[in-house]
């Protein structure tokens, strides 16, 4: 096992306050290596620090699992097929260490998968179709997602060692995908309705599926994405506003129902992810000859605020800690050109960049609250290496 830890300048401090002074952070990096092969990327982080994501192991491309800790470090988790020629890739972790993701089976086909120290990999299974897929899963490891059931229908899936996969529903028509799971348990997606439109919902055991509507109103014609859940209930997504235009981001609450929050600089706006007090960030889509994207962070005290950038102008915002840290990817030069470099943003120091592992490029997309940051970063000889920054301000 491979670690190397160095210590960034922060650069690109964007001051939120106008004469306002940002606190300096720092940035430490781990090189969390590989299972014996070339690449490897992280795609989740606990707040005890457990890393998960997949790797391609020796004298395979096919990549298997992985878990890493500081103690134990890199572990193959295996497949369901069981064999080195299988690929398998973990997508979440809760703070007990229980590892969901999704794994090719002996018969080819994809399935989600939970594995945990004590009982190894097994196998979520269908809802009676050939395939399923895993989202999310929550902190006491309820997983969602989305499965094919005996008749070739998608359908959002809810799971537990105690209930086994439960079949969601839709809103009457054929489909639907679960895209995100609270702490208490309310999953959110998009299923399709009965006259075949894409509706957001919000399920609950309790409650059943309910149908968050859009922003052009009953009896219009319009689709809507729910993208993301709060641990209070909040709801974002995306939905078509009255009359034609770019998506608008919406919040929806069980009290306020769905509110119209506007598109960003006038663009198709995407929420990717909401805290608990509330903070969404996300990014929005400029189009023209050359795409453009810009990260934002909404709250109901700022509205949007831009980001910023590293350079150039795609940025994207993946996720938000509990405590406003945001993280994604940035390009460091005008019009889609040069490297991208996986960033932090606070409203108090603003965008810094964490830099590689002595190549070009670097992804980041999870945040723990207590700054630590998971993604990928290209080393010097090219390979791209799963990898770990650990954020603070000011000494902290």
């Given at each position: 096992?491979?670690?190397?830890?160095?210590?960034?300048?922060?650069?690109?401090?964007?001051?939120?306050?106008?004469?306002?002074?940002?606190?300096?952070?720092?940035?430490?990096?781990?090189?969390?290596?590989?299972?014996?092969?070339?690449?490897?990327?992280?795609?989740?982080?606990?707040?005890?620090?457990?890393?998960?994501?997949?790797?391609?192991?020796?004298?395979?491309?096919?990549?298997?699992?992985?878990?890493?800790?500081?103690?134990?470090?890199?572990?193959?988790?295996?497949?369901?097929?069981?064999?080195?020629?299988?690929?398998?890739?973990?997508?979440?972790?809760?703070?007990?260490?229980?590892?969901?993701?999704?794994?090719?089976?002996?018969?080819?086909?994809?399935?989600?998968?939970?594995?945990?120290?004590?009982?190894?990999?097994?196998?979520?299974?269908?809802?009676?179709?050939?395939?399923?897929?895993?989202?999310?899963?929550?902190?006491?490891?309820?997983?969602?997602?989305?499965?094919?059931?005996?008749?070739?229908?998608?359908?959002?899936?809810?799971?537990?060692?105690?209930?086994?996969?439960?079949?969601?529903?839709?809103?009457?028509?054929?489909?639907?995908?679960?895209?995100?799971?609270?702490?208490?348990?309310?999953?959110?997606?998009?299923?399709?309705?009965?006259?075949?439109?894409?509706?957001?919902?919000?399920?609950?055991?309790?409650?059943?599926?309910?149908?968050?509507?859009?922003?052009?109103?009953?009896?219009?014609?319009?689709?809507?994405?729910?993208?993301?859940?709060?641990?209070?209930?909040?709801?974002?997504?995306?939905?078509q506003p009255p009359g034609a235009g770019p998506t608008h981001a919406f919040s929806w609450t069980a009290q306020q129902g769905m509110v119209d929050l506007g598109a960003f600089n006038g663009d198709f706006t995407v929420p990717t992810d909401v805290a608990a007090r509330g903070q969404i960030v996300g990014y929005t889509l400029g189009g023209g000859n050359v795409i453009t994207s810009d990260a934002f962070s909404w709250t109901k005290q700022t509205g949007f605020v831009s980001l910023g950038s590293l350079g150039g102008d795609v940025t994207f915002a993946d996720a938000v800690s509990p405590s406003g840290q945001v993280v994604g990817t940035s390009q460091l030069q005008?019009?889609?050109?040069?490297?991208?470099?996986?960033?932090?943003?606070?409203?108090?120091?603003?965008?810094?960049?964490?830099?590689?592992?002595?190549?070009?490029?670097?992804?980041?997309?999870?945040?723990?609250?207590?700054?630590?940051?998971?993604?990928?970063?290209?080393?010097?000889?090219?390979?791209?290496?799963?990898?770990?920054?650990?954020?603070?301000?000011?000494?902290?």
């Amino acid at each position: 096992m491979r670690y190397r830890v160095f210590v960034l300048a922060a650069i690109a401090a964007l001051c939120v306050a106008a004469g306002s002074t940002a606190a300096t952070p720092t940035v430490a990096v781990t090189d969390l290596g590989t299972l014996g092969g070339q690449n490897s990327y992280a795609s989740a982080v606990s707040e005890t620090g457990q890393v998960v994501g997949a790797s391609e192991i020796a004298g395979h491309v096919a990549p298997h699992a992985f878990s890493w800790t500081r103690g134990g470090g890199m572990i193959d988790l295996g497949t369901l097929a069981g064999g080195p020629g299988h690929s398998s890739v973990a997508d979440g972790v809760t703070p007990s260490g229980q590892v969901v993701g999704n794994s090719l089976t002996a018969g080819g086909d994809i399935h989600a998968f939970s594995w945990t120290k004590h009982g190894g990999m097994i196998d979520l299974g269908t809802l009676g179709g050939s395939t399923s897929q895993v989202a999310r899963v929550s902190p006491s490891g309820a997983v969602v997602g989305f499965s094919t059931n005996a008749s070739g229908e998608t359908r959002a899936f809810y799971w537990t060692p105690d209930s086994g996969m439960i079949d969601i529903g839709t809103l009457g028509g054929p489909f639907s995908f679960a895209a995100a799971i609270s702490p208490s348990g309310q999953v959110v997606g998009t299923a399709a309705t009965a006259n075949f439109e894409e509706h957001a919902f919000s399920w609950t055991r309790a409650g059943g599926m309910v149908d968050l509507g859009t922003l052009s109103g009953p009896g219009v014609r319009a689709d809507s994405v729910a993208t993301a859940v709060s641990p209070t209930g909040e709801v974002v997504g995306y939905s078509q506003p009255p009359g034609a235009g770019p998506t608008h981001a919406f919040s929806w609450t069980a009290q306020q129902g769905m509110v119209d929050l506007g598109a960003f600089n006038g663009d198709f706006t995407v929420p990717t992810d909401v805290a608990a007090r509330g903070q969404i960030v996300g990014y929005t889509l400029g189009g023209g000859n050359v795409i453009t994207s810009d990260a934002f962070s909404w709250t109901k005290q700022t509205g949007f605020v831009s980001l910023g950038s590293l350079g150039g102008d795609v940025t994207f915002a993946d996720a938000v800690s509990p405590s406003g840290q945001v993280v994604g990817t940035s390009q460091l030069q005008l019009q889609g050109r040069g490297p991208i470099h996986a960033y932090s943003w606070t409203a108090g120091t603003g965008m810094t960049d964490l830099g590689t592992l002595g190549g070009d490029d670097s992804f980041a997309g999870a945040v723990t609250s207590n700054g630590l940051v998971a993604g990928s970063a290209m080393a010097a000889d090219g390979d791209q290496h799963a990898a770990l920054w650990q954020t603070r301000v000011g000494g902290a």
